[in-house]
Nanobody, 130 residues
Framework: QLQLVESGGGLVQPGGSLRLSCAAS????????????VGWFRQAPGKEREGVSC?????????KYSDSVKGRFTISRDNAKNTVDLQMNSLKPEDTAVYYC??????????????????WGQGTQVTVSS
């Protein structure tokens, strides 16, 4: 079984930055594979969980971003630490949400549809407020 743990959330002022990290334990081959995407999702109160970004590949990577975060967020894989990180810059109050990382083993494409992901972390809270 693959377990995912997110870290790095917190309270930040508008315009600030945070870096989230997703680490895996257990059966990690899906997490470290060149073939299966790792995604970041978020869920704000009263809203559906939405895809934020994904990455597939370990040395040569392919990434995707939602329109709402494009140009502000950067996803990357740290092979030495075995983590997938989400650097979030120019944060806005509307970025406030619980952020989850997830792994899909049913597709090899970097996609942001929640239904495609099989393993999920417990989430980390990000609050953007002055």
């Amino acid at each position: 079984q693959l377990q995912l743990v997110e870290s790095g959330g917190g309270l930040v002022q508008p315009g600030g930055s945070l870096r989230l990290s997703c680490a895996a334990s257990g059966f990690t081959s899906g997490f470290t594979s060149d073939y299966y995407p790792v995604g970041w999702f978020r869920q704000a109160p009263g809203k559906e969980r939405e895809g934020v970004s994904c990455i597939v590949g370990s040395t040569r990577t392919s990434t995707k971003y939602s329109d709402s975060v494009k140009g502000r967020f950067t996803i990357s894989r740290d092979n030495a630490k075995n983590t997938v990180d989400l650097q979030m810059n120019s944060l806005k109050p509307e970025d406030t949400a619980v952020y989850y990382c997830a792994v899909s083993i049913r597709t090899t494409e970097c996609r942001l549809e929640r239904r495609l992901y099989d393993y999920w972390g417990q989430g980390t809270q990000v609050t953007v407020s002055s």
